[in-house]
């Protein structure tokens, strides 16, 4: 072979390789500011973690030569963050992304949303129906009614102050109700595992709730999924139905409880679908001060279908609309009540 013609060969050979490597490997632009490197540490933080790329339809790379343009241009940490790191963060659409600045003030992407429909009217539901069941009003964020009035209880958060053995003992109080609600529609969630031992409350044998999703290699759909399981609880068992009541605000944590009780024989749940907003995350320090907060592992049905971006469908869609509200109705609780009632005949 003419000696020409292999080095042009060996040469074409080269340039093909460096050009593969720099697509599936983004280069440092040139000249780039000396904060550039809290940038690079946010987008190789979502390139090798990030679990649903492919569900979100986002191409990472791109986003990396998109937003590195602006990266280049700012002069400032809050400037690399605000012009560069936040847009590209609000590519993916999640709403459990968001970064801290030095002083603990948390920054969020932002994105268009639509409004939440919520199905239900806090003073219709406290006023026409709660009072008059004798509910005892929130502590520790959560509320219950005198169950031989109504059977039912309310938690609003699974923030730190939840103190769910309070829902538990109400749960024991119902022994022998034949059905009980359970109203989490307010609930934007908090700590994903308060609810878990509250689940085993309705269940006398262990059941597979869901799986979570995580990165197990380099490629966006190198996952492995692991198990969670809903175990009982066998200090209390409660063996009537539950009417479990959700909603369009139901988002993260009360999204984990949703699933650990849907996996359950004895459980209907009431109302809409969930907001789709459901991940175990972990926070890290990154340079400069600031840290993020990232989803590691998003959540699957039993199915393996996504939480994420979809939400939890109900069993029983009962719409609520504004106009019900105002005539002092609330038409997924109705629809709970006429369950619980049909079980006592």
């Known amino acids: 072979m003419n000696i020409h013609r292999f080095a042009f060969i060996i040469g074409l050979i080269a340039l093909l390789v460096c050009l593969c490597s720099c697509f599936h490997s983004p280069v440092e632009p040139n000249n780039v500011s000396e904060n550039y490197s809290l940038f690079r540490q946010v987008w190789e933080l979502y390139e090798s973690d990030y679990p649903e790329f492919t569900l979100k339809g986002v191409d990472w790379k791109e986003a990396f030569y998109t937003y590195s343009i602006f990266a280049e241009e700012a002069v400032s940490y809050e400037d690399i963050v605000r012009e560069a790191i936040l847009p590209m963060l609000a590519e993916l659409r999640d709403r459990h992304i968001f970064m801290y600045d030095p002083s603990g003030t948390r920054c969020f992407p932002q994105w268009s949303n639509p409004p939440i429909n919520r199905n239900y009217d806090f003073p219709v539901l406290y006023s026409n129906y709660l009072l008059p069941a004798g509910f005892s009003g929130f502590t520790e964020n959560v509320g219950f009614c005198d169950p031989e009035l109504l059977p039912y209880f309310v938690i609003d958060s699974w923030g730190d102050s939840c103190n769910v053995e309070r829902a538990r ?73 539950v009417y479990l009541l959700i909603g369009r605000e139901c988002a993260s944590a009360t999204e984990t409880f949703t699933l650990f009780l849907n996996c359950l024989e004895n459980v209907t749940v009431i109302g809409d679908t969930t907001n789709g907003a459901a991940a175990f995350c972990y926070t890290v320090d990154l340079v400069g001060g600031w840290a993020i907060r990232a989803p590691g592992w998003s959540l699957r049905t039993v199915d393996k279908e996504p939480v994420e971006s979809f939400g939890i469908p109900p069993d029983i869609y009962v719409e609520a609309t504004k106009e019900d509200f105002a005539h002092g109705i609330d038409p997924v609780l109705e629809y709970a009540i006429d369950l619980v009632n049909s079980q006592s005949l």
Do not use: K, Q
């Open 169 to 241: 003992e109400y749960v024991e109080l119902c022994e022998g109700v034949p059905a009980i609600i359970i109203d989490v529609r307010m609930n934007s969630g908090g700590n994903s595992w308060i609810g878990r031992d509250l689940a085993g409350c309705f269940t006398s044998s262990t059941e597979l709730a869901f799986f979570s999703r995580g990165r197990d290699g380099p490629g966006y759909d190198d996952v492995n999924y692991l198990p969670y399981y809903t175990f009982p609880n066998h200090s209390t068992f409660f063996e009537g139905e």
